[in-house]
């Protein structure tokens, strides 16, 4: 695959993984897990900073809805301009979980909290801490297969 079809794929294969977490987070959410995720506060942080007027609950939602997919599939297509091999699903969803972690690690252990969105993973004393880690894993596997499934299976460079 060339460049630009890695980023298609990882592109795809990214609106589908945040679909995928969309649904976990909404399940989490039915059971009392989650009550508010990383976009809800990346949105109220950025309405705290005064960076946009005062959202109605209809637009606040909208900007939550378009900050989590544009974060999805961006990962997604960087996740495809890293994935030069291809293996089978089970190692494309391997793979995709360890990704998904990174990305993690990068943005809940770092950027996010150092931006006032929330604080850092090993501050926190209670054991919801871990739901984005798995979460992001979910995220990273479902990239993984949906990656493998839209670039086909002979895709190697």
């Keep these: 695959m060339n460049l630009k079809e890695r980023a298609m794929a ?3 294969g990214g609106f589908a993984a945040t679909l995928v977490l969309s649904g976990l987070r909404e399940a989490w959410a039915r059971f009392g897990l989650v009550f508010e995720t990383a976009p809800m506060q990346v949105v109220n942080r950025v309405e ?3 960076l ?3 959202l109605s609950s209809g637009r606040r939602r909208l900007l939550t809805v378009v900050a989590h997919f544009a974060y999805g599939l961006g990962t997604g ?5 890293l994935r ?3 293996g089978g699903p089970v190692e ?3 793979v995709g979980a360890a990704l998904g972690l990174l990305v993690w690690g990068a943005g809940w252990a770092s950027w996010l909290p150092l931006a006032g ?3 850092a993973p090993w501050t926190e004393r209670t ?5 984005p880690v798995l979460d992001h894993a979910m995220f990273g596997a479902a990239w993984g297969l949906a990656n493998w499934a839209v670039g086909g299976r002979a895709r190697d460079d």
Excluded: Y
């Design 10 to 12: 990882g592109l795809l």
């Design 48 to 50: 705290e900073l005064g």
């Design 52 to 54: 946009v007027g005062d």
């Design 77 to 81: 297509t960087a996740f495809g301009f």
């Design 84 to 86: 030069r091999e291809r």
């Design 92 to 94: 494309e969803a391997s």
């Design 117 to 119: 969105v929330h604080r």
């Design 127 to 131: 054991p919801k801490v871990l739901l």
